[in-house]
């Protein structure tokens, strides 16, 4: 059982303080950015996202990625939008209908598929999730967001 309470203790964002120069950890922690945050609601995300059949993945990293949503979208419309966006995008991986393209380097085996999390002409893909394809749906390491991205590349590593 997951505490999102203390996932939200847990998860820290890099953001400049005063204290920083003086040699102290500038990160902050991600619920001091939250504090207004519905529980309720992240709770509601993280069920959404991972009711999609034939996803594997910790779920301690998929709680930090809803929070890291709800960071990145405080608008609750705009959070309901990406968790929608994010659920439709998985199902599609998963049944085959859409599919990534290869990552390189020290990624074998691994694939990226960007999207938006808001659907729109011309938009710009502002998300994507990597991930590896598997015989009975797909091996999910996390959404990335355009402000974020390097949270989900220490995962696959």
């Known amino acids: 059982?997951?505490?999102?309470?203390?996932?939200?203790?847990?998860?820290?964002?890099?953001?400049?303080?005063?204290?920083?120069?003086?040699?102290?950890?500038?990160?902050?922690?991600?619920?001091r950015s939250l504090m207004a945050a519905d529980y309720a609601l992240l709770e509601q995300a993280i069920a959404i996202i991972s009711s999609v059949r034939g996803l594997y993945m910790d779920p301690d990293a998929l709680a930090d990625d809803v929070i890291l949503l709800a960071y990145v979208w405080p608008d609750e419309g705009e959070f309901k939008m990406a968790v929608a966006r994010v659920h439709r995008t998985l199902t599609q991986l998963v049944e085959g209908n859409v599919e990534g393209s290869p990552l390189k380097y020290g990624f074998s085996g691994w694939r990226s598929f960007h999207f938006q999390h808001r659907r729109g002409q011309q938009s710009r893909a502002?998300?994507?999730?990597?991930?590896?394809?598997?015989?009975?749906?797909i091996g999910f390491t996390g959404i990335i967001n355009g402000y974020l991205p390097s949270q989900i590349f220490k995962r696959v590593t």
Do not use: F, H, N
Request: charged share 25%.
């Open 126 to 137: 502002d998300m994507r999730i990597v991930y590896m394809p598997l015989d009975t749906g």
């Open 1 to 31: 059982q997951m505490c999102l309470r203390a996932r939200l203790r847990i998860v820290t964002v890099g953001a400049g303080k005063p204290e920083a120069a003086q040699g102290e950890d500038s990160r902050v922690p991600l619920w």
